[in-house]
């Protein structure tokens, strides 16, 4: 049987991913950079018809996208974006990546250069228990960051505080930001009680 015949079973958005689909405008044009296996491009074609592309390195997430019936580009992100035109696409997306690229600052400016709005999320390393491993003399691994410090994918960590200095550093203009922890959306002392950060900003 195909994968054309044996479709993937849509998945239930996580709540990080739902507000990163919200902040999205129907009918525009959609890069997702790692992917992963779809699921959000298949959701916002599927339910905001969006025509969206995604870049991912992944064998099997890769395939994943296919049967989903998503377009995909296999390609390591620090190889950046150069295949892709000047304001190319509405909206770029890069969920949960930020932390595990070599070139922070560059692929924020390819964002900026290929799209009019970008979204990020990453990893809140200001969530105050954190602070409390590391007072007792370990790195941190909790839900967000369940890596051990030897093999982790997270080579830049950072606080929201830092993001948004880097986000000016940069020339990019934060028009929104929503924080999370765990399934809950964090609105009282996000910078110490959430896990996850979402911005969404203006090249």
């Known amino acids: 049987m195909s994968p054309a015949q044996n479709p993937v079973a849509p998945l239930a958005l996580r709540p990080d991913l739902e507000r990163i689909a919200s902040w999205i405008a129907p009918a525009s044009r959609v890069l997702d950079l790692g992917c992963g296996d779809g699921a959000l491009l298949a959701y916002l074609r599927d339910h905001r018809q969006v025509r969206g592309a995604g870049v ?34 509405e909206t770029v ?27 990020v999320s990453f990893p809140n390393f200001g969530y105050w228990p954190h602070g409390w491993s590391i007072l007792r003399g370990r790195m941190p691994v909790t ?7 030897y093999n982790t994918p997270n080579i830049h960590l ?7 200095d880097l986000a000016r550093d940069v020339g990019v203009r934060i028009l929104e930001r929503a924080t999370f922890n765990d399934e809950h959306e964090v609105r009282f002392l996000p910078s110490w009680r959430s896990t996850l950060a979402v911005y969404r900003f203006e090249a």
């Not at 949960?96 to 690229?101: A, E, H, K, M, P």
């Open 143 to 149: 839900g967000q960051m369940p890596y051990q410090w």
């Open 93 to 119: 997306v890069l969920s949960q990546t930020l932390q595990s690229v070599h070139r922070t600052e560059h692929i924020l400016r390819e964002m900026a250069r290929v799209s009019r709005f970008g979204i």
């Open 158 to 164: 950072c606080t929201l505080k830092d993001f948004e």
């Open 56 to 89: 991912e390195i992944d064998d099997e997430r890769v395939i994943a996208c296919v049967r989903r019936g998503v377009e995909v580009i296999q390609q390591n992100l620090e190889e950046g974006l150069a295949m892709f035109d000047d304001k190319q696409f």
